[in-house]
């Protein structure tokens, strides 16, 4: 059994569109997280989700919105989406607050 | 602002030899240390961590963390073409939901 999955793995848009993104544990953690991995494959942290509330929200653009339903999910959703918006998104999950990370395998968004 | 600092290589080691990996961090309440590898094209899988000074061995790999100095390492010993990959170092503060990311070494094992 997959302990992270993300859907879709890759997705191609073009610009202004709006695009979601899923993401779901079976670990029972409670801790959920979104990554955007660039080009020069630095991974940053866009969002952490911890027992279905936002406990930290980084400087990202409000066109970015997480949502989650419940602990095993988190979703993010993207509004008119940019250029720069292409990169990998990972999803991560984590049992507590000095734990390790599991990491989905990535959705590759491509904006044209 | 907390960092975490690694070179970003590429380090080049012959099949065989011990690779040395090193990863220094600003914030002085970190509590856990992390060690990711992440192949090209795949997400970031965890192959060690270390909460406690000295060193930790696990296989081929050893993780060595000194708080006084700030600093965290990964030894990989007889180094294999299979180990060729990006290592990500992450440190944790205590109590923080949130870890900080190195920008990753990037490893190459040479036949």
């Known amino acids: 059994d997959t302990a992270v999955s993300q859907t879709p793995k890759y997705l191609v848009t073009q610009m202004g569109n709006d695009k979601s993104i899923k993401c779901e544990q079976n670990l029972g953690h409670d801790t959920m997280y979104w990554y955007k991995q660039d080009s020069k494959k630095f991974l940053k942290i866009m969002f952490s989700y911890n027992n279905k509330e936002l406990i930290i929200n980084e400087t990202v653009p409000n066109r970015f919105s997480p949502k989650s339903p419940d602990k095993a999910h988190l979703n993010l959703h993207i509004n008119s989406l940019e250029l720069g918006d292409s990169a990998v998104y990972f999803c991560?999950?984590?049992?507590?607050?000095?734990?390790?990370?599991?990491f989905g395998p990535g959705t590759r968004l491509t904006v044209t | 602002q907390k960092e975490v600092e690694q070179n970003s290589g590429p380090l080049s080691v012959p099949e065989g030899a011990i690779a040395s990996l090193n990863c220094t961090y600003s914030?002085?309440?970190?509590?856990?240390f992390f060690w990711y590898r992440q192949y090209s094209g795949k997400s970031p899988e965890l192959i060690m961590f270390?909460?406690?000074?000295g060193d930790k061995e696990d296989g081929r790999f050893t993780a060595q963390l000194n708080k006084a100095s700030q600093y965290v390492s990964l030894l990989i010993r007889d180094s294999q073409p299979s180990d060729s990959a990006t290592y990500l170092c992450?440190?944790?503060?205590?109590?923080?939901?949130?870890?900080?990311f190195g920008r990753g070494t990037s490893l190459i094992v040479h036949p």
């Open positions: 991560a999950s984590s049992p507590g607050t000095i734990h390790e990370q599991y």
């Open positions: 914030d002085r309440g970190s509590q856990s």
């Open positions: 270390i909460y406690s000074n």
């Open positions: 992450a440190v944790r503060r205590g109590g923080s939901y949130i870890p900080t």
